[in-house]
């Protein structure tokens, strides 16, 4: 038995990564980081129907981007493997072995009709629920001649008769007891040999020295049938902890109704992994009860299991859109230019390699649009006029900057103190820019927007005299001149 923690997250492979799901592996992570210990990363994909390779691959990847490491997995092994719940045939058929000699587990031979019918009994109120134990009675000479002649058959567990109530001690929610008597002979090997969720999970979790099993609370019914098997398999049973489920602002289990669910979809929305992170670390956790903001090195140096809330949590976008804006801005001009640099790429604005090419100015323009950006999407949309040759100017600025009396002045007037300026810098700019209203006698408010809606085809624009510095001469010139025929 290991004397640290072992934790586990084992998604299965039958879709995305969903915030849920994301959520629980960030809280087994911080807490494997918080104590030293190890996050095994196990792949469920006992579903065969609905896992695919693609969703397990998908999962990797979201929990990477996420910021997500693991000490062991289907991708870097380790010394618990196979991490494909698919290829550990061998360790279930070993439990099962150990449970037939303890007498723990035992054949049952009655058909789906059989089975259909005395479920039709309990709905009809004639039986007790659950399995009536037909086959654990049957006589063993009787069991043996049946097996032998290959009669199809499942594995059920044999909830021993003397087994009182089951507790479960849970770090979030406390103690639960269920009572044995409702504790049904379950299959744990079904027909086809394949085990059942509840008897693959606990040999997995039992083989890979699970210290604490931190899942969704969706599990806790399960738990009791689980713990019952580690008892037959005389192994330790793991402290449990068994998170509260997300819900949307309508106090309804988190679903597409409410908006993006899976990491990647938020990925492709511009939310930071950090900021999701963060978001979701805290949504059922708390560092003090205030603190909003924890970067993933505080979260793994404090995560605890004592602060998880038996709550359900609601899912607040808002909150998340304003945590972005936090993270974006903390990043810093260097690291938001390579951070929205593919945004750019990708929307055809600029070539691969333009960032090397030329950083000082995409850590100018970072810096511009640093404080007015709340997703990574949105940087797009607000640097395309610093892009292309041509601006499209928006009618309704046109018709109240450019159609106006003065218009055609300023626009003259402007391209005439920046035409020879020496050092094309915001500064100097901005400097004889400055100059115009006083030479021109309008009014400093009237001469920067005709100048900005020349320039960027609308009135609200990153910073006037930095979009001209980005914009560079030749396209600024161009642009103040092709205005002029707008011009009133
Ligand atoms: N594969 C199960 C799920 O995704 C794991 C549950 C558990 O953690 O035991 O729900």
């Given at each position: 038995m290991t004397d640290f923690v072992r934790v586990r997250f084992a998604p299965s492979p039958t879709g995305a990564l969903h915030v849920g799901g994301a959520r629980t592996a960030i809280y087994n992570w911080a807490f494997a980081r918080r104590t030293g210990g190890m996050f095994v990363l196990r792949i469920d994909d006992t579903d065969p129907g609905r896992s695919t390779t693609e969703n397990t691959e998908q999962i990797l990847r979201s929990l990477e981007w996420l910021g997500l490491d693991w000490d062991?997995?289907?991708?870097?092994?380790?010394?618990?493997?196979?991490?494909f719940q698919t290829e550990r045939a061998v360790n279930y058929a070993a439990a099962l072995e150990r449970m037939k000699a303890n007498g723990t587990a035992y054949p049952c031979f009655c058909s789906t009709a059989d089975l259909e019918a005395k479920r039709a009994a309990t709905r009809a109120g004639a039986g007790t629920g659950g399995y009536d134990r037909t086959c654990r009675r049957l006589d063993p000479t009787v069991v043996a001649a049946r097996l032998t002649a290959g009669e199809p058959h499942v594995w059920r567990l044999a909830v021993p008769a003397d087994r009182g109530d089951i507790v479960v001690a849970d770090a979030v929610r406390g103690e639960t007891v269920f009572p044995a008597g409702a504790m049904d002979d379950y299959v744990l090997v079904r027909q086809d040999g394949t085990p059942t969720y509840n008897f693959a999970t606990v040999v997995d979790d039992a083989d890979m020295k699970i210290t604490h099993v931190i899942r969704g609370d969706d599990h806790l019914s399960n738990t009791p049938r689980q713990i019952l098997v580690y008892e037959a398999l005389g192994r330790p049973v793991p402290r449990f902890a068994h998170l509260s489920m997300i819900w949307g602002a309508d106090g309804k289990k988190l679903s597409k109704r409410h908006g993006a669910t899976s990491v990647e979809a938020f990925r492709d929305q511009g939310y930071l992994p950090e900021a999701l992170l963060n978001y979701l670390a805290l949504l059922g956790w708390s560092l003090d009860g205030e603190t909003t903001i924890i970067p993933p090195e505080v979260l793994k140096a404090n995560f605890s299991l004592e602060r998880i809330s038996r709550n359900p949590a609601i899912f607040d976008f808002d909150k998340l859109a304003w945590m972005n804006s936090v993270y974006i801005r903390e990043l810093g001009p260097d690291r938001l230019a390579i951070r929205m640099f593919p945004w750019i790429e990708k929307a055809g604005l600029a070539p691969a390699g333009d960032l090397q090419a030329r950083p000082d100015w995409y850590r100018l323009l970072a810096s511009l649009v640093a404080e007015r950006?709340?997703?990574?999407?949105?940087?797009v949309p607000m640097v395309r006029y610093l892009f292309s040759d041509e601006v499209v100017i928006d009618p309704a600025a046109a018709e109240k900057t450019l159609a106006v009396r003065g218009a055609g002045d300023v626009l003259r007037a402007a391209a005439q103190v920046l035409a020879p300026l020496d050092r094309w810098t915001a500064e100097a700019i901005e400097t004889s820019l400055r100059s115009l209203p006083e030479t021109l006698r309008i009014k400093p408010k009237q001469v920067f927007q005709t100048i900005r809606v020349a320039v960027s085809g609308s009135m609200v624009s990153l910073p006037l005299f930095e979009s001209i510095a980005l914009l560079g001469r030749e396209r600024t010139l161009g642009r103040l001149k092709a205005a002029q025929s707008l011009a009133g």
């Amino acid at each position: 038995m290991t004397d640290f923690v072992r934790v586990r997250f084992a998604p299965s492979p039958t879709g995305a990564l969903h915030v849920g799901g994301a959520r629980t592996a960030i809280y087994n992570w911080a807490f494997a980081r918080r104590t030293g210990g190890m996050f095994v990363l196990r792949i469920d994909d006992t579903d065969p129907g609905r896992s695919t390779t693609e969703n397990t691959e998908q999962i990797l990847r979201s929990l990477e981007w996420l910021g997500l490491d693991w000490d062991e997995g289907p991708d870097i092994g380790g010394p618990f493997g196979p991490y494909f719940q698919t290829e550990r045939a061998v360790n279930y058929a070993a439990a099962l072995e150990r449970m037939k000699a303890n007498g723990t587990a035992y054949p049952c031979f009655c058909s789906t009709a059989d089975l259909e019918a005395k479920r039709a009994a309990t709905r009809a109120g004639a039986g007790t629920g659950g399995y009536d134990r037909t086959c654990r009675r049957l006589d063993p000479t009787v069991v043996a001649a049946r097996l032998t002649a290959g009669e199809p058959h499942v594995w059920r567990l044999a909830v021993p008769a003397d087994r009182g109530d089951i507790v479960v001690a849970d770090a979030v929610r406390g103690e639960t007891v269920f009572p044995a008597g409702a504790m049904d002979d379950y299959v744990l090997v079904r027909q086809d040999g394949t085990p059942t969720y509840n008897f693959a999970t606990v040999v997995d979790d039992a083989d890979m020295k699970i210290t604490h099993v931190i899942r969704g609370d969706d599990h806790l019914s399960n738990t009791p049938r689980q713990i019952l098997v580690y008892e037959a398999l005389g192994r330790p049973v793991p402290r449990f902890a068994h998170l509260s489920m997300i819900w949307g602002a309508d106090g309804k289990k988190l679903s597409k109704r409410h908006g993006a669910t899976s990491v990647e979809a938020f990925r492709d929305q511009g939310y930071l992994p950090e900021a999701l992170l963060n978001y979701l670390a805290l949504l059922g956790w708390s560092l003090d009860g205030e603190t909003t903001i924890i970067p993933p090195e505080v979260l793994k140096a404090n995560f605890s299991l004592e602060r998880i809330s038996r709550n359900p949590a609601i899912f607040d976008f808002d909150k998340l859109a304003w945590m972005n804006s936090v993270y974006i801005r903390e990043l810093g001009p260097d690291r938001l230019a390579i951070r929205m640099f593919p945004w750019i790429e990708k929307a055809g604005l600029a070539p691969a390699g333009d960032l090397q090419a030329r950083p000082d100015w995409y850590r100018l323009l970072a810096s511009l649009v640093a404080e007015r950006l709340t997703r990574l999407t949105e940087v797009v949309p607000m640097v395309r006029y610093l892009f292309s040759d041509e601006v499209v100017i928006d009618p309704a600025a046109a018709e109240k900057t450019l159609a106006v009396r003065g218009a055609g002045d300023v626009l003259r007037a402007a391209a005439q103190v920046l035409a020879p300026l020496d050092r094309w810098t915001a500064e100097a700019i901005e400097t004889s820019l400055r100059s115009l209203p006083e030479t021109l006698r309008i009014k400093p408010k009237q001469v920067f927007q005709t100048i900005r809606v020349a320039v960027s085809g609308s009135m609200v624009s990153l910073p006037l005299f930095e979009s001209i510095a980005l914009l560079g001469r030749e396209r600024t010139l161009g642009r103040l001149k092709a205005a002029q025929s707008l011009a009133g």
